[in-house]
């Protein structure tokens, strides 16, 4: 090692900075009132040296994670000589302080030991509500960042350990929902306290010159262990675009392009030739962009890289200014998860043209984002569900089915808790038999997912995606089921756009379905074994239909058995004729 280092105590240090991370996480996910951070978890924790540099983590959302070099680069910029004992910072703005979208918001706490600033806790959650044009404060028709709710610079929430009350009661006065929002604050101030007094009895025991080298190290570890993953891909330059459907009524598709350009021990991810921003709230602030971008590159590692900031170092992002990666105010940003798991899609689209067998097929296209809202006996409620469900194939495994993007790290919120908390009943909630792309192996299911409105009136909004696109197969697997929106009202189904641009009205009665798209499958069909076909046919996952028509088994519906001299030969004309073809 290049400093005096003890392995055994890096090792120590290491995990102990691991466990207060995801410590933090727990305070948050028990303590916080809304159910898209309580229920969803849609929160991320992190601790940082004095430096502002992440030294540890919580197993949370991966799209967030990547973005605290953001905000901490903007904390120690302006606040160098105005950091504090006490003092605790506040910021959601993605023009000027590393924001991702207003209702993410940023709680960062310095650490001190007597005078000396020694690190900072850090959080981000994802709140019911910020204000703006519609409840939930995602707005697929927002057109600016003006129309999406309370944009906070970076500002301190609590100076020299008093709350700055004029900000709390801002907050809470420009939102639908003031419980939640503050008692989610508190959350992830409480998180702030647990991660400062988890450091500081780490520094209590070893002492802060002592620990200062070690957390250096496990910068260099880090990196070290990026660049031995990078330097085992081939150089050379692999590009790949990836689509968004679009919005309205009337979409135009959008692309993501990118190009990975490795050399020796470094990769450049380059989304040059990426669509100009649009007047719709699905702009991706760059701060996710690179979150997404060091997700992916990390997924293909085989080690377990310490999950600080180091390894962001063996990676440059490159994504041009006035696009939908990295647009410019007053773009509106508010429904911009879908452009970060697009990232995501397009990266392993190109690395699948080098090492195919560390990538992933596209899953659903990352959670479809839902928000409903109206008064109950006078008063406001919000549900915002970040719904997940599927993955791709892999090159020696099937989708897996009920289980978040790879690129977040979600959960759908409890049918029960939706239904004693709101007027609303979940219909239906399962998985969508024949969606998932046939292959060598299977793509993950299609879930279900529908709401039905028990009393008064309500608006919604949707952000969904991978209907004119579905989910890619790579090496010969097909594309998964696209997606659907559909409004049933009167009994009459009425079929939604992707994302609509407008708040859609809901009445007692009516419900809104929601199928997501189902995974791609990873190598030729007729290659997946005849039995594994027969087992997807038994567990319902694949109807007889497609087991013939996709895989060419035939099976017996009264025996549930395999014809195998009927699939042989159903096998070898499938062949002959998708080689004439």
């Known amino acids: 090692m290049a400093r005096d280092i003890d392995p055994i105590t890096l090792e120590v240090v290491k ?311 990295n647009p410019l105010l007053p773009a509106a940003c508010a429904a911009r998860g879908v452009m970060g798991y697009r990232v995501f899609d397009a990266i392993m689209g190109a690395l699948a043209q080098v090492v195919p067998d560390k990538v992933i097929a596209a899953g659903e296209g990352g959670p479809t984002l839902f928000s409903i809202g109206g008064y109950r006996n006078g008063e406001a409620f919000t549900l915002t569900e970040v719904m997940v469900g599927t993955w791709g194939a892999r090159a020696a495994r099937d989708g897996i089915e009920g289980i978040s993007n790879p690129a977040a790290n979600l959960s759908n919120q409890p049918t029960e808790l939706i239904e004693a908390e709101f007027p609303l009943q979940v219909v239906r909630y399962g998985l969508v038999p024949d969606s998932g792309g046939a292959g060598r192996c299977r793509g993950g299911l299609a879930f279900v997912r529908e709401f039905k409105l028990l009393s008064g009136e309500a608006g919604y909004t949707v952000r969904a995606d991978r209907r004119d696109h579905p989910p890619y197969g790579l090496k010969g697997g097909r594309a998964g089921a696209p997606s659907r929106n559909v409004l049933n009202h009167d009994g009459v189904e009425r079929e939604l756009p992707t994302m609509p641009m407008e708040s859609l009205p809901m009445t007692a009665g009516d419900a809104f379905c929601h199928v997501s798209a189902g995974g791609g499958g990873f190598g030729k069909p007729l290659e997946r074994y005849p039995e594994r076909v027969l087992a997807d046919v038994i567990d319902q996952k694949v109807s007889i239909e497609a087991a013939r028509g996709s895989y060419g088994v035939v099976v017996d519906s009264t025996t549930r058995t395999i014809d195998k001299a009927a699939t042989k030969a159903l096998r070898a004309e499938m062949a002959r004729t998708s080689r004439q073809g």
């Not at 540890?56 to 967030?64: I, M, Y």
């Not at 990547?66 to 023009?95: L, Q, S, V």
């Not at 002492?207 to 250096?216: I, R």
């Open 15 to 325: 995990n102990a900075l691991s466990s207060l991370g995801d410590e933090m996480a727990l305070v948050i996910m028990r303590s916080a009132y809304s159910p898209v951070v309580r229920d969803s978890m849609d929160y991320s924790t992190a601790l940082c040296d004095r430096h502002g540099q992440i030294v540890a983590q919580g197993l949370t959302l991966a799209v967030q994670l990547g973005a605290f070099p953001e905000i901490m680069g903007h904390i120690t910029a302006e606040y160098a000589d105005d950091t504090h004992p006490g003092d605790i910072f506040i910021a959601n703005d993605p023009y000027g302080a590393g924001g991702q979208h207003l209702p993410d918001i940023y709680v960062i706490k310095p650490i001190f030991l007597g005078a000396s600033l020694e690190g900072y806790a850090a959080t981000m959650a994802h709140h019911s509500d910020v204000g703006g044009i519609a409840a939930g404060s995602v707005a697929m028709h927002a057109t600016e960042i003006y129309q999406e709710g309370l944009r906070l610079p970076l500002l301190k929430l609590y100076e020299g350990g008093k709350p700055v009350r004029a900000l709390f009661e801002m907050i809470e006065k420009n939102t639908r929902n003031p419980i939640h929002v503050m008692g989610d604050l508190r959350a992830q101030l409480s998180a702030c306290d647990v991660g400062e007094k988890g450091l500081q009895r780490l520094i209590d025991k070893y002492g802060a010159a002592l620990l200062h080298p070690y957390f250096e190290e496990l910068q260099d570890q880090a990196e070290r262990m990026m660049m031995a993953e990078i330097e085992a891909i081939p150089d050379g330059e692999y590009s790949y675009t990836d689509y968004i459907d679009g919005f309205g009524e009337h979409p135009e598709p959008l692309q993501i392009a990118v190009t990975l350009g490795i050399k020796g021990s470094n990769i450049t991810v380059d989304f040059t030739g990426t669509s100009a921003q649009v007047q719709a709230a699905i702009n991706c602030p760059v701060a996710m962009a690179k979150s997404c971008a060091y997700c992916a590159i990390r997924c293909i590692g085989g080690q377990e890289i310490p999950n600080c900031q180091g390894y962001m170092r063996a990676v440059t992002v490159i994504a041009p200014e006035g696009t939908i990666l």
